[in-house]
Every structure is written in C-alpha cells, then in structure tokens.
C-alpha cells in the first residue's frame, strides 16, 4: 500500500527558509513521479513543482511563483522526498502536499499524503 | 503556462440530477495530460479521471471524462450524497503542471 507522511510545516519569518519532507512507502521510489501541491487557506489547489523518476531522467519542474526559490530532491536511502523553500513570502503560506503519479500517466496524483501547514508570518 | 478556467464557480443541484463541469484551458492540451480531482473539506484530493477520460482505480462509473483540445467536460450522471464536493481540472506532462481554480457541487 502506497503511503506518504510529510512533515516539516511550521510558523517561519518572511524571508526565511524551512525545508519539508515527504516519507514514501509502498512503492519503489526511483520508479514515480513525484510532485508537490500547496492550498493556501481556503483556496484552491497550486501545482508547486515536480521531480522525474530516476528513470526518466529526474529533471524537475516549478510553477513560476517559486521558481528560484523552491528546490525539490529526493533521498533514494531513505525513500524521503523534500521540498527546500527559501525566501518565503506571505503568500507561501498553506498546506503543502506530495503526491504520486498513475504510473507512466507524467503525472496523473492518485496517491496523496495528509499534508503540512507552513505559515509564513511575522 | 497552461491557465485552466472552470465553470461554473458553483453548481446547486440535489441528489440523483446530473452535474455538467467545464473545463476550458488557455492552449490545447494532450488529451493523455488532462484530470480531474474531487476534494471534500479537511481532506486531500482524489483522483477522479486522468487521461481525460480514464477513472482512476476504485472511482464509480456515475463519473466520466470528455473532451479535448481546449474544452473538457467531468460528468456524474446520478448526483449520490457524497459526490457534493469541490472539483478541480488539472493539466500535467512534462512541462509544468497547472490546476483550474475549482468548481464547487452544492446540495441544492
């Protein structure tokens, strides 16, 4: 069973950097496509960026809000996917989700974890 | 950027009727890059259909996909209790992905 546990979220400074992170189980990591979404508080879903499997080259992609600003890396040994967030703004602040691909779909998210609230505020 | 524009905001309609949901995007996109999410409050997304028309594993057959080019449509033909929800388009692929800004189904 495929499951993802983000952690990390948290009150953080405008300006500031925090760093979350995605632990995968279930399946094998260098196999999927994985993705990050964020939903700011009562809004609706932002595609925030995105890693290949390792097979497909491991490229990644961002939205243009944070491009720059946002790194995503995943950790092989550990089957943990993280999301680096560096000069956080105010509107950064939500519930950050990883999610999986339908397998060879390029990013079809059927499987989700519960999320992390980041809050960026002074 | 792909931009992805739903309609309507807000659809009241009462159980058993059929939801029409439009999803319109701003350049054609592969119809093999195009899905549809449904979120209830305080949970994460569900993966409805992918490829425009494909359910996703587990997803009754009262929900289905069309559409291509620019104008994609979800359709759930018998409105059950818990099918009232927000539901979001999504376009993925290689290039940066994109969501469409919801459309909320509302018991009426």
């Known amino acids: 069973e495929v499951q993802l546990v983000e952690s990390g979220g948290g009150l953080v400074n405008p300006g500031g950097s925090l760093r979350v992170s995605c632990a995968a189980s279930g399946f094998t990591f260098s196999h999927v496509w994985m993705t990050w979404v964020r939903q700011a508080p009562g809004k609706g879903l932002e595609w925030v960026g995105r890693?290949?499997?390792?097979?497909?080259?491991?490229?990644?992609e961002y939205a243009t809000p944070v491009k720059g600003r946002f790194t995503i890396s995943g950790d092989e040994s550990s089957n943990t996917l993280y999301l680096q967030m560096n000069s956080l703004k105010i509107e950064d602040t939500g519930v950050y989700y990883c999610?999986?691909?339908?397998?060879?779909?390029?990013?079809?998210?059927?499987?989700w974890g519960q999320g992390t609230l980041v809050t960026v505020s002074s | 950027e792909i931009v992805l524009t739903q309609s309507p905001g807000t659809l009241s309609l009462s159980p058993g009727e059929r939801a029409t949901l439009s999803c319109r995007a701003s350049e054609s996109v592969s119809s093999s890059y195009l899905g549809w999410y449904q979120q209830k409050p305080g949970q994460a997304p569900r993966l409805l259909i992918y490829?425009?028309?494909s359910r996703a594993t587990g997803i009754p057959d009262r929900f289905s996909g069309s559409g291509s080019g620019t104008d994609f449509t979800l359709t759930i033909s018998r409105l059950e209790p818990e099918d009232f929800a927000v539901y979001y388009c999504q376009q993925y692929g290689r290039s940066t992905g994109t969501f469409g800004q919801g459309t909320k189904v509302e018991i009426k």
């Open positions: 490829g425009a028309s």
């Open positions: 999610a999986t691909d339908v397998p060879n779909t390029y990013g079809a998210l059927d499987s």
């Open positions: 890693i290949e499997s390792k097979k497909d080259g491991g490229t990644t």
